[in-house]
């Protein structure tokens, strides 16, 4: 999965209403690899226009580039968030979408993400998961999807789709795993000391 030069390519995308952590957990993991890696994977930031973004509680971040010069793609992170309402009634963003995902080996999303590929019909048939506060929404957006309300991603191939949140992190150690290995997993899960074992039990 890399292009004539070698170079693995993800990108994250940005937009205004982004979950914070649906952002920064999967960058953090993604840039870790990329320091640890001899694959050395690029790791860009953009957003539609290429302008910075306020995310859903306030964060303000300035991408690397737009849409239109991020380049090819290897991988495709979608966040969710607030911000995901609007995108799932743009059909600028939705044709964006779907021509991404023609030219993309993997396309992945975290939490509500998931429900913008569904609206781009990106999802149909297929499982696919979300925040739990919304599979009935995944259902709405494409009743043909399999929603999965137990697992924390669901990887079908070329399409990963990730729970809410934090399961971003999870979705983003697999991709490490699923694309170079588990034991450079394990290690970027060592250099960010990420546990998933929570402090507190679940309600």
């Known amino acids: 999965m890399t292009h004539s030069n070698g170079e693995l390519h993800l990108g994250i995308l940005l937009f205004d209403g982004a979950e914070e952590l649906d952002v920064v957990g999967p960058f953090e993991v993604l840039a870790a690899w990329s320091e640890l890696s001899s694959l050395a994977p690029r790791v860009t930031t953009f957003s ?3 302008s910075g973004v306020r995310l859903a509680k306030g964060m303000c971040v300035v991408p690397d580039r737009s849409a239109d010069d991020v380049g090819p793609l290897h991988v495709l992170v979608h966040p969710g968030g607030g911000g ?4 799932m009634t743009d059909p600028a963003h939705l044709a964006w979408l779907r021509e991404v995902r023609a030219t993309t080996p993997l396309v992945t999303s975290v939490c509500t993400g998931s429900l913008v590929l569904a609206a ?4 149909a ?3 696919a998961t979300t925040h739990h506060h ?3 929404d995944l259902v709405a957006a494409d009743p043909s999807v399999l929603v999965d309300t ?3 991603f669901v990887d079908d191939g070329d399409v990963v789709t990730s729970a809410g949140v934090s399961a971003g992190i999870d979705m983003a150690l697999h991709l490490v795993s699923r694309l170079e290995g588990d034991a450079t997993a394990a290690a970027v899960r ?6 998933s074992v929570p402090p507190v039990p679940p309600t």
């Open 48 to 50: 539609p226009d290429g």
């Open 84 to 87: 995901t309402r609007r995108l």
């Open 120 to 123: 781009a019909g990106l999802l």
């Open 125 to 127: 048939g297929r499982p």
């Open 134 to 136: 919304h599979f009935d």
């Open 150 to 152: 137990m697992a924390r």
């Open 190 to 195: 060592a250099a960010i000391q990420y546990d």
